[in-house]
């Protein structure tokens, strides 16, 4: 499903943050980094992702393949339509949002019935969600919005789900789940 | 006091036009944190539009024909000043902006001339006595397709879903981007609204006052309304708009008798008092802090 081949990432042409880093990623699995800080953890998900350029950064040698097409140099916008969805660190949302809009953000791509059923759908699985749905997610607790940012797929069928950091914050509630 | 009411629909009538201007400027500081000091220039390319078209058109379709070339020549400025920019240095972006607004002043003149020039044609009279008080068609016009034009972008900011994509990326483009959100096509379309909207309040000037470079003059009248509405508050640049424009026509009514120059200088004393009691503007929000 997402296999990376040799990667090769720098920051500002002359900061090497990867040196040759592979991986494979078979349908059904989860894979942990894990490393100390500074590692290259968050810059190997920001080269999956397509967004090195955002942080002045950019891919010099090595392949990623997703779902079996080539999506080294692909823009963000093309590689999350292939099924991928990177779950950045920090903040979760979009603070000044409802979490609602938040939903509608993150469904960008749906079609306004499938956003409905699977904005309920959510909000059934969250309810103390569903209560402030209308209130800015800021204010939200920290347990709550880390639940909604993982709650939502970003494209019809995610098949890959990346995270930044692990999602430690959730609070024992949604381990359960 | 019989001045009053219609200096005050004069005052509501510029102001109208100030809150356009300043909507589109707040809606692309918000969207991208540029500050684009070509504003101005913007509204006197809009202008200058509407004044070509009016040579062989009938002046309500040369202002209809001039707005989606505005919007083309906003996204055309975002493309070419703002995205290879974007990123950079504050301070990098902002002296392009001026660099554009000094390149667009020369471009005009080169293209139009220096003289004032008059719109060929003009609007439906719509002006009409109400009781004791005369509203002019300038007013009417201005209210008329200022308030819905605004409002409507307004609800459209806060309840669509392509509002809602923009919120996201002025919150946070690199969210925005890794959600698959296309954040360049969104951004160039800001760009693009905001210099629709300037050619609009451009085209309604012109067909008061004519079309010359002073209309930049104008247009820098967009930073205290701006400041006054909240930087980041798009509601608050139409309802600061309006507000600046009834407080400048009363003041040349009341104030300049005993303090000659005075409303030349009101705005920027309004901005002061703002800036002290109410950093963020009337509108403006305070940031979510969460530690
Ligand atoms: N935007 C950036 N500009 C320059 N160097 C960076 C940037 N982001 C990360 N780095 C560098 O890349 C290396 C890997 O960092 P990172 O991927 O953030 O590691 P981790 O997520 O494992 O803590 C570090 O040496 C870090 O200093
Ligand atoms: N600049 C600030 N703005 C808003 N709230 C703040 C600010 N600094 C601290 N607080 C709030 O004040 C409370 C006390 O914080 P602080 O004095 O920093 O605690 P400590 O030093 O014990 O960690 C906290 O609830 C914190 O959220
Ligand atoms: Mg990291
Ligand atoms: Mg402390």
């Known amino acids: 499903m997402l296999s990376v081949e040799n990667l090769k990432v720098v920051y500002r042409g002359v900061i090497l943050a990867l040196d040759g880093v592979s991986l494979e990623l078979g349908d059904g699995e989860a894979v942990a980094l894990l490393g100390p800080n500074g590692a290259g953890k968050s810059s190997l998900v920001r080269a999956v992702a397509g967004l090195l350029p955002k942080f002045e950064g950019r891919v010099l040698d090595g392949h990623v393949r997703l ?18 969805t990177a779950v950045l660190e920090g903040r979760p949302l979009f603070r000044y949002l409802t979490p609602v809009e938040n939903l509608v953000a993150a469904g960008h791509r749906l079609s306004p019935q499938e956003l409905k059923a699977g904005m309920e759908e959510v909000f059934a699985r969250f309810p103390r969600l569903y209560e402030r749905r209308h209130e800015q997610a800021g204010y939200l607790s920290g347990g709550s919005s880390r639940c909604s940012s993982w709650a939502w797929p970003s494209s019809p069928a995610p098949r890959c789900w990346w995270w930044t950091s692990p999602p430690w914050g959730f609070p024992p509630s949604w381990w359960r789940r | 006091m019989a001045d009053f009411l219609p200096y005050l629909i004069g005052g509501l009538a ?34 200058y539009l509407t004044y070509t078209f009016a040579l062989f058109l009938p002046l309500p379709l040369a202002i209809l024909a001039a707005l989606p070339l505005a919007f083309l020549f906003g996204l055309l400025v975002e493309r070419g000043f703002v995205r290879p920019l974007l990123g950079r240095n504050v301070v990098a972006v902002i002296m392009a902006t001026i660099g554009l607004a ?78 698959g959100i296309p954040t360049a096509r969104i951004l160039a379309g800001v760009w ?23 209309l930049v ?30 407080l400048e026509a009363l003041s040349q009514r009341y104030l300049e008798p005993l303090l000659p120059g005075f409303t030349e200088a009101l705005p920027f004393v309004v901005v002061l008092l703002v800036l002290l009691v ?14």
Not at chain 2, 109 to 133: M, T
Not at chain 2, 148 to 161: C, D, K, M, T
Not at chain 2, 278 to 291: A, F, N
Request: hydrophobic share 55%; glycine share 14%.
């Open chain 2, 278 to 291: 109410r950093p963020y503007g009337l509108l403006g929000e305070r940031q979510i802090e969460r530690v």
């Open chain 2, 217 to 246: 003059f104008f247009g820098l009248k967009v930073f205290p309304v701006a400041i006054l509405g909240g930087l980041d508050s798009v509601g608050g640049a139409l309802l600061a708009g309006f507000l600046l424009g009834a």
């Open chain 2, 14 to 47: 510029n102001g109208a036009l100030y809150g356009l201007l300043a909507l589109g400027f707040v809606l692309v500081y918000r969207a991208t944190s540029v500050v684009n000091f070509a504003i101005g220039e913007f509204l006197l390319v809009g202008a």
């Open chain 1, 67 to 84: 779902m079996g097409q080539e999506a080294t140099h692909l823009d963000p916008v093309r590689i999350t339509g292939l099924g991928l």
């Open chain 2, 102 to 179: 000094a390149a667009l002043d020369g471009a005009v003149q080169l293209i139009w001339g220096p003289d004032l020039k008059y719109l060929s044609g003009s609007l439906p009279n719509l002006g009409f006595q109400a009781g004791e008080v005369f509203v002019s068609s300038r007013a009417v016009w201005n209210l008329l397709l200022a308030l819905p034009l605004g409002l409507g972008l307004l609800w459209l900011l806060r309840r669509s879903r392509y509002g809602i994509l923009v919120r996201a990326i002025s919150e946070r483009e690199v969210a925005a981007l890794a959600l």
């Open chain 2, 192 to 214: 693009g609204v905001s210099a629709l909207l300037a050619t609009l309040a451009g085209a309604l000037l012109a067909v008061a006052s004519g079309v010359g470079h002073n």
